[in-house]
């Protein structure tokens, strides 16, 4: 299968307002799920929900009036999860080039219409920058399984 991007471009609007007059990082977080949503129903073909969204790191506040564009990409594929690389970036209209405002992960399971998990097809890295991007994915559920082992106590 081809690991085409999934790209949304659009306005932020005055809706998107936080108290600070920036757009709020609850809408920055609605736009991940939904491009990290229609990124992994398109891989696996079913409806898939969101299991795991980690380390959303927000570097530069995205001003009302910009066009936002958020890119969503598999990286990689367990025998049901898509862990799906998300990238916001924003624009001022006048300029012409785009910069990255915010970066997580998110992790997708399919499922069927009783919530069983399905299978999805496997994603094999092709290029360095996408084996790079593997192992990335890779380290991070390491990292994951260290912290929820920390965070059992307190469950």
Not at 38 to 46: M, Q
Not at 86 to 108: A, E, G, Y
Request: overall charge neutral; some cysteine; aromatic content about 10%.
């Amino acid at each position: 299968m081809e690991n085409k991007p999934i790209t949304f471009q659009f306005i932020s609007e005055p809706s998107d307002v936080n108290y600070g007059g920036n757009v709020h990082g609850g809408s920055v977080m609605k736009w991940i799920d939904q491009a990290g949503y229609a990124c992994a129903t398109t891989w696996s073909g079913n409806y898939s929900v969101t299991v795991y969204v980690g380390g959303i790191r927000f570097y530069e506040p995205i001003k009302i009036g910009e066009i936002v564009k958020v890119e969503a990409q598999v990286i990689y594929t367990g025998s049901s999860s898509m862990h799906i690389s998300i990238n916001v970036f924003s624009r001022n209209l006048k300029q012409p080039n785009f910069d990255k405002k915010t970066h997580c992960i998110i992790v997708f399971v399919a499922v069927d219409e009783n919530g069983k998990k399905l299978p999805v097809p496997k994603w094999i890295p092709e290029t360095d920058e996408e084996k790079q991007q593997e192992q990335y994915a890779i380290r991070l559920m390491q990292l994951r399984t260290q912290i929820e082992n920390e965070m059992k106590p307190f469950l």
